[in-house]
């Protein structure tokens, strides 16, 4: 008995979602369907000065460098700084979306709600609407950053908590003493941005983190880490400790913990 040509679903479309839709049609699949739930592609990327859908703040740049993070075969612009900023990294998006014509496989202002395994091994999807679709695929993609998570003391805190899923500017932080709980890429750069207004600024950090500049020897960061993957391990670490000092000194010389596992871990 002859299969019948496979029907995907595709749930998100972010950056992982875009090139999930791009290499399913390349790879021949004729059905391809993106929900998306906000009105337009980028995920995370695509601002919005009001809280509503996991966005970057105002002032957001990556912080991998372009040539880190730009798809395989389709470079970023050569006129891209190293590190580019929220727009740029959404009109990259936007033109790759564009230019492998992706538009007409994603229906937008669609929500799932629910997705249920059938029993011969397909797949129901149930939107938002009420609607139900079969499927035989189902890629997720719609990243991790959708839903905060937030921490058992929240309810005990007398003053103003904010998760960092909410935070868009700096505006409302003049005069105050602010706490950032976490060190992620968010953490850090709400604490940079907050320090700009804020009349004290600290950051809580359970595992002692490396902190390290955007540049070294003129160069991204990360780019090194790329040309050395093919080391030994103990040479390799011995070399990005070597790297650190040189551009840093100690750790203990700024008041932090010096990290017990390696920077590449």
Known sequence: MKKHAPKVAVIGAGCSGLTAIKNLLQAGVKEVVCFEQNGHIGGNWAYTAEVSHSSVCETTHIISSKKMSEYVDFPMPDNYPDYPSHRQVLAYFESYTKHFNLEPFIRFNTQVKNIQKLKNEQWNIELASGEQEIFDYV???????????????????????MHSHSFKNNQGFEGKRVLVVGAGNSGCDCAVEISRKADFVAISIRTPQYILPKFFLGKPTDSFNEGTLFLPQFIKKTLDNLAIRLQLGKYEDYGLEKPQHSVTE
């Open 139 to 161: 890629l997720i993609a719609n990243g991790h950053h959708s839903v905060p998570r937030h921490p058992a003391f929240k309810d005990d805190f007398t003053g103003e908590y």
